[in-house]
């Protein structure tokens, strides 16, 4: 079963990297030398994605701008022959087709994926969420879509959390079907420590059918006025089912500023020109009595 088209919602305001986030987007934050969100897309690309919908904002036009081309700029670097730039330029992903839609007031994830709904015509689409970046030998998405081309249900992306934070995570309650691939036989966001399922935490990545678009209508307003996709998922869960997908990679939280740094030196390190460097560096680094 083929899917062709991943919506990425990216609509937030980023306050938790305030002030940057004033002018330019969360999602456009490097990662040593290439912004967040390429490395979404490329997974999305080497995952089969032929089209790109981007739920935003007003604020967020330059994500849009950087996956188009820049003619004057292109023929500056011609002219000058700054060939290594060239080559740094022709890496950003050309080979899609990019679409857009504002979210015009932030509700939540559901009301984001709800934009989508005149995107999608086929049976099931991807969804990635931009603050989780995945580095794997086969993309995470391509995993999905195999457990997908097998079972023929819904699938989410999960990964065992430490169970101190999976109040920070939507938990699943899991029957084990075969090596990482799991029913989910119930769902809830956020529960208090002693309350969780267990420690499998639904992190980033979606494979959903278009009739998720009806659950989401059907969902009431949460916390903050917010649509929450846990809530329309846990209605599919009961009339299609649902499996989760425990996938193999390494993932990085960009959410926040600590877990962003730590992705930029997850990053750095699988590079062996870097590797090397930082182990000395970062030691001198610690020396250091200010």
């Known amino acids: 079963m083929k899917i062709k088209k991943a919506v990425i919602p990216v609509a937030g305001l980023g306050t938790r990297f305030l002030p940057y986030t004033k002018v330019i987007p969360k999602e456009m934050l490097p990662i040593w030398d290439i912004p967040a969100i390429q490395f979404i897309v490329e997974e999305a690309l080497d995952s089969g994605i032929e089209s790109i919908l981007f739920v935003t904002s007003k604020e967020k036009y330059s994500i849009e701008d950087y996956f188009d081309r820049n003619f004057y700029l292109e ?20 080979n899609f087709k990019i679409y857009s839609v504002r979210q015009k007031e932030a509700r939540g994830l559901g009301d984001a994926i709800l934009h989508a709904e005149d995107f999608i015509a086929e049976d099931y689409f991807a969804v990635f969420l931009p603050d989780d970046l995945i580095f794997s030998k086969k993309p995470v998405m391509k995993q999905m879509k195999e457990v997908l081309e097998i079972y023929n249900k819904p699938v989410l992306g999960v990964e065992r959390v430490p169970w101190k934070m999976v109040d920070a995570y939507g938990i699943i309650k899991p029957r084990i079907i075969k090596n990482r691939i799991f029913e989910i036989l119930d769902m809830v966001e956020k529960p208090q420590i002693d309350k969780a399922f267990s420690n499998l935490g639904v992190v980033g990545r979606y494979v959903l059918p278009k009739n998720i678009f009806n659950y989401i209508k059907q969902t009431k307003p949460g916390v903050k006025g917010e649509i929450q996709i846990t809530d329309s998922l846990k209605v599919l869960l009961k009339e299609q089912g649902i499996l989760a997908y425990e996938f193999e990679g390494i993932r990085c939280d960009t959410g926040n500023k600590y877990d962003y740094l730590l ?28």
Do not use: C, G, V, W
Request: charged fraction near 40%; avoid cysteine.
């Open 75 to 94: 023929y500056f670097l011609n002219k000058n022959r700054y060939i290594e730039k060239i080559k740094d330029l022709n890496k950003i992903p050309q």
């Open 263 to 290: 992705a930029i030196l997850t990053y750095a390190s699988m590079h062996k020109e870097l590797k090397k460097k930082l182990k000395k560096d970062i030691k001198n680094i610690f020396k250091i009595r200010l």
